[in-house]
């Protein structure tokens, strides 16, 4: 195998740990954070086919019903995603696992901060031209 192929099947490996390489039951208890705020991309890199298409029936079903089935599943990703991971995708190491979710709940934590911050620059925007607005009608 030339190396890309090695690290795209390294990358998309999904399937059991290998012998030896269990990953510690401490770790697949904990919230995951990339699977909670990131579910919808979480799941095709890191979760079965069943579990893929549940999300995208909640997406589906979400757009009527208010976004409800997608937050629930949101929260299911978020209590179980950890062992969903380490079940569904190969892990060469526990430290790669670590990494790997890692990665995701920083991408998570970016993603919600700026979902929190555009809005509000936006609306902060919006008061000042409409002030500026003002302020020209006011004199004209």
């Known amino acids: 195998q030339d190396s890309l192929t090695a690290a795209a099947n390294t990358a998309f490996a999904f399937g059991a740990q290998a012998p030896g390489n269990a990953i510690p039951e401490d770790l697949m208890g904990r919230w995951s954070w990339g ?4 579910s919808f ?11 893929k298409w549940i999300n995208v029936g909640c997406f589906i079903v979400g757009l009527f019903a208010f976004g409800l089935p997608g937050l629930a599943f949101a929260i299911y ?7 969903i991971a380490a079940r569904d995708r190969s892990f060469t190491s526990t430290a790669q696992f670590v ?10 934590v970016i993603v919600l901060i700026l979902s929190i911050a555009i809005p509000i620059c936006f609306a902060i925007l919006g008061v ?13």
């Open 77 to 83: 990703c978020g209590i179980k995603g950890n062992r």
């Open 99 to 108: 990494a790997v979710q890692r990665a995701w709940a920083k991408a998570g």
């Open 128 to 140: 000042i031209l409409a002030g500026i607005g003002a302020s020209m009608h006011h004199y004209s």
């Open 41 to 51: 991309f979480w799941t095709f890199w890191n979760a079965n086919t069943t579990l």
């Open 35 to 38: 699977g909670f705020i990131l």
